[in-house]
């Protein structure tokens, strides 16, 4: 199947600092990501969806100044934590859809673990 | 808005047993597509099944199948024969514009 990265796999800050996470499809192109957030023993959370050439479209309640993203091409989608926060420690996940003759299939990334001091 | 109900929070079963996991949707779209993702501790979620809403027989995948009711918007997953390597957190997920998930079902799978 098809597969999508993500960089770093774990990362630690401190308090204030920016924080970037790239997402990647490594076998098909994707004009569309998505951003998910994931707390402990709790669901996947929607926090915005990337569009290459275009702004992102995030979800309600999620700060698009403090949650940067850039989908610089058909193969990469970055996310930036700006002046991150402890609250900000999460599980951090990407989707890519690919489109093919069976329809839509959405393949995920392995995530990244962001913890802030 | 699109909301995934799953109203089971844990399931065990038996080793070689079969069981099944509930999901409830809802959504005024007509076509969209219905997914069930497994995610181990690695936290990696990996497909286990798809379903296409305009396809009216039930997905198959080896010893996983699903029973989708449309009208009901009901989308069931039966693992058979179930096997160690199934324990894992299993989440119903929709895809119309953007995909939602349910709050997930923890399986246990007893020896």
């Known amino acids: 199947g098809a597969v999508v990265s993500q960089h770093p796999s774990r990362v630690i800050c401190k308090s204030g600092t920016s924080v970037k996470i790239e997402c990647r499809s490594l076998?098909?192109?994707?004009?569309?990501m998505f951003w998910y957030r994931q707390f402990p023993k709790q669901s996947l959370m929607l926090m915005a969806t990337s569009n290459e050439g275009s702004k992102a479209t995030y979800e309600q309640g999620v700060e698009k100044d403090k949650f940067l993203i850039n989908h610089a091409s058909l193969t990469l989608s970055t996310l930036t934590v700006t002046s991150a926060h402890p609250e900000d420690s999460s599980f951090y996940i990407c989707?890519?859809?690919?489109?093919?003759?069976?329809?839509?299939?959405?393949?995920f990334g392995p995530g990244t673990r962001l913890t802030v001091l | 808005a699109q909301t995934v109900t799953q109203s089971q929070p844990e399931m065990s079963v038996q080793e070689a047993e079969t069981v099944t996991l509930s999901c409830t949707y809802d959504t005024s779209e007509s076509d969209y597509y219905l997914f069930w993702y497994k995610q181990p501790p690695s936290r990696q979620m990996i497909l286990v099944i798809r379903q296409e809403a305009y396809k009216q027989q039930n997905a198959t995948e080896n010893r996983f199948s699903v029973n989708f009711q449309k009208a009901a918007k009901s989308f069931s997953l039966k693992i058979s024969d179930s096997q160690l390597g199934d324990a894992a957190m299993y989440f119903c997920?929709?895809?119309?514009?953007?995909?939602?998930f349910g709050a997930g079902t923890r399986l246990t799978v007893k020896p």
């Open positions: 997920a929709y895809l119309a514009n953007d995909m939602r």
């Open positions: 076998d098909f192109q994707a004009t569309t």
């Open positions: 989707s890519a859809p690919q489109t093919s003759g069976w329809g839509d299939t959405q393949y």
